[in-house]
Nanobody, 122 residues
Framework: QVHLVESGGGLVQPGGSLRLSCVAS????????LGWYRQALGQERELVAV???????NYADSVKDRFTISRETDKKTVNLQMNWLKPEDTAVYSC????????????????WGQGTQVTVSS
């Protein structure tokens, strides 16, 4: 019903930058929030950044001042600009949408993308 496709991952050296994008499609009625999460090997998944429909943004403390989340005017695309990357940023980054769908507009569910690998290494 809601499909999320991420792009932009890859291998980068410490101090480098990457930009991730996530596009939501399907029978979307409304999106309450779009966010990025990451899961490193052997670790639990954690929030990186999230932007709500009203534009309110939250970041994990570990990425503040380095990462920037933004949403495009169609409000179905969310980007994550990652600067000054560190080896500890290495993880699979996944996009999540909290959304309602046509025909069930008062029911909110979480939808996830497949994830994209980000590796920070020299």
């Amino acid at each position: 019903q809601v499909h999320l496709v991420e792009s932009g991952g890859g291998l980068v050296q410490p101090g480098g930058s990457l930009r991730l994008s996530c596009v939501a499609s399907g029978s979307i009625f409304s999106i309450a929030s779009l966010g990025w999460y990451r899961q490193a090997l052997g670790q639990e998944r954690e929030l990186v950044a999230v932007i709500a429909s009203d534009g309110k943004i939250n970041y994990a403390d570990s990425v503040k001042d380095r990462f920037t989340i933004s949403r495009e005017t169609d409000k179905k695309t969310v980007n994550l600009q990652m600067n000054w990357l560190k080896p500890e940023d290495t993880a699979v980054y996944s996009c999540k949408a909290r959304a309602s769908v046509v025909g069930s507009r008062f029911t909110w569910d979480d939808y996830w993308g497949q994830g994209t690998q980000v590796t920070v290494s020299s």
